[in-house]
């Protein structure tokens, strides 16, 4: 599924002298080749070299989200773990959940959100479980008191030389993680949610133009597309505002734990694009402050957000 400070033993993440403030971000961002790497499922952040760059030395904090309170899945890293960074250094307390795997990661970026000066709930479980989805809202209700704003965002992913490797097994992982929790959290939240709330689901550009090795994946991204659109359309008057985030590919944990992806594979990854190489979730994280600021998108719901290093589509 898928750390502001560090950890003894561990390198910072942030970049000092140039890098941090005299060239634009555009041009310093690590470019393909990556190292070749691969890594055992759900994959750990601070094992993926290089570490995937989440702190935003760069962003300038404006109190959008002060007072607010967030459930973010799969917080634990990679694009989650940048977008509660961000959260907690606009005002907002965060709960996240991740996999029993990935405490670790999760202990990071609770510190990390701590040293903001805001509250970070830690709550592991399987989203593939409609019990623990329903449990997961009432457990950050409790925990920050209410609940403004969820980002569903947990993903599972592994790509398929052909339809014939996706079993029925790994297509249902795919849905209940992808899709199935988003509608059992979304469906729980709105008990508690109240105008001017809002929720913002990780799509991909994979639900946009899909891709030939992720059927099941590409398959889960679209149907997040077409749901958030139709639940946006249903809160409107509630005030309630639903949006997306598509990414193309961004450097997490996510891809080089995916069983289908070589070391060489995982080293090429983002090459494609126009920018030859992945986005940061650094980069992508400031897109989930937008959406889940009513200063900065009071009119703006039901929208599909492509971030996708150059590449150009229609959303």
């Not at 962003?59 to 007072?67: I, R, S």
Request: proline residues 7%; charged residues 25%; hydrophobic residues 35%.
């Amino acid at each position: 599924m898928a750390k502001t400070g560090t950890q003894s033993g561990k390198k910072s993440n942030r970049r000092p002298g140039s890098d941090a403030g005299d060239r634009p971000q555009i041009m310093t961002e690590p470019k393909s080749p990556m190292p070749k790497q691969h890594h055992s499922k759900p994959g750990i952040e601070s094992e993926v070299t290089p570490r995937p760059r989440y702190q935003a030395p760069k962003y300038k904090a404006a109190g959008k989200l002060q007072g607010k309170a967030a459930l973010i899945t799969g917080g634990d890293s990679g694009i989650g773990r940048a977008v509660a960074v961000l959260y907690a250094r606009e005002g907002a307390d965060v709960a996240i959940s991740y996999l029993p795997e990935e405490q670790s990661d999760a202990e990071e970026t609770a510190q990390v959100v701590r040293s903001e000066g805001r509250k970070c709930a830690l709550l592991p479980g399987d989203l593939t479980s409609k019990e623990f989805c329903e449990e997961l809202i009432e457990r950050t209700v409790e925990e920050l008191g209410k609940l403004d704003i969820l980002v569903s965002n947990a993903a599972h992913q592994n790509r398929k030389k052909s339809l014939a490797e996706v079993t029925d097994e790994e297509f249902d992982r795919t849905f209940k993680t992808n899709v199935y929790a988003y509608f059992w959290l979304a469906r729980a939240a709105l008990k508690h949610m109240k105008a001017g709330g809002s929720i913002i689901a990780t799509g991909s550009v994979a639900g946009l133009e899909a891709s030939k090795a992720l059927p099941d994946y590409s398959a889960s991204k679209g149907a997040i597309h077409a749901f958030s659109k139709s639940l946006a359309q249903a809160l409107v008057e509630k005030g309630i505002r639903v949006n997306v985030v598509a990414p193309g590919p961004v450097w997490t944990p996510l891809n080089p734990a995916d069983e289908g992806m070589t070391p060489e594979k995982v080293a090429e990854f983002g090459s494609d694009t126009p920018m030859k190489r992945p986005g940061q979730p650094e980069e992508i994280a400031p897109a989930y402050v937008f959406f889940a600021s009513d200063a900065d998108s009071s009119f703006v719901t039901g929208v599909v957000l492509p971030e996708t290093g150059g590449e150009t589509m229609s959303g």
